[in-house]
């Protein structure tokens, strides 16, 4: 599955058990195996930007992406395509990561894995039909960790007790201080040691970086 997923770009980046997905309504009857599916780095980037949806003008190309790429492989798994957009409402992709044990909550409030640090992201899921033997969790690493992530945020906008200050994020952006998390993608996420060797594109988090303000 690992090999097919990385042959579309793709890698499964935590799952649920069949135990774990009896639990859970919200999934599709029959589900035995939950495997949420993060973009390969450094790969995706350029795989993406070579595909119709990015070159044909029209919105969400990412999505379209996704939508096609994941519902393709489901139809031939006999599976069913889950994905974190098209809401609401909207798919809880956050806490199925949380449940997988591969995945944690960090001290600036994202989710945190061991390869992608605090890049973590999804694409989409496939919700299976049968089990998929999935790997034990993993402590978060978070533990031990200096946190550089706490202070890297050049206006505070993360892990204070309001939670994360949007406003605050969104003026920062837009000002001349702010090109460095608008080009490359947010400081406090790059400051994370978990996702050093992540090999995200720094044009990867600056699109995404431009769909978070809405200058698209």
Same mark, same amino acid.
Request: net charge positive; proline share 13%; glycine share 18%.
């Given at each position: 599955m690992e090999r097919a997923a990385q042959a579309r770009h793709l890698t499964i980046t935590a799952g649920l058990s069949a135990r774990a997905c009896a639990a859970r309504a919200e999934l599709p009857p029959g589900t035995r195996s939950l495997l949420l599916l993060s973009p390969h780095e450094p790969a995706f980037w350029p795989a993406f930007t070579a595909s119709p949806e990015w070159a044909d003008g029209a919105p969400d190309p990412m999505d379209r992406w996704s939508t096609r790429v994941i519902g393709a492989w489901a139809d031939a798994l006999?599976?069913?395509?889950?994905?974190?957009?098209?809401?609401p409402p909207f798919a809880p992709f956050l806490a199925w990561a949380l449940a997988s044990?591969?995945? =944690?909550?960090?001290?600036?409030?994202?989710?945190? =894995?061991?390869?992608?640090?605090?890049?973590a992201s999804f694409r989409g899921a496939l919700a299976?039909?049968?089990?998929?033997?999935?790997?034990?969790?993993?402590p978060s690493p978070c533990e031990g960790c200096a946190a550089p992530c706490r202070t890297a945020c050049p206006v505070g906008a993360l892990g204070g007790p309001a939670g994360y200050d949007v406003p605050a994020c969104k003026t920062h952006l837009r000002g001349p201080q702010g090109a460095p998390c608008l080009t490359a993608g947010c400081l406090a996420r790059r400051a994370c040691p978990a996702g050093a060797? =992540?090999?995200?594109?720094a044009a990867h988090s600056a699109y995404h970086m431009r769909q978070f303000l809405g200058d698209t």
């Open positions: 006999g599976a069913t395509p889950l994905y974190p957009f098209g809401g044990g591969q995945v =944690h909550s960090s001290p600036v409030g994202m989710l945190v =894995h061991r390869g992608m640090g605090l890049l299976l039909p049968w089990a998929v033997d999935l790997p034990a969790p993993l060797a =992540h090999g995200r594109i």
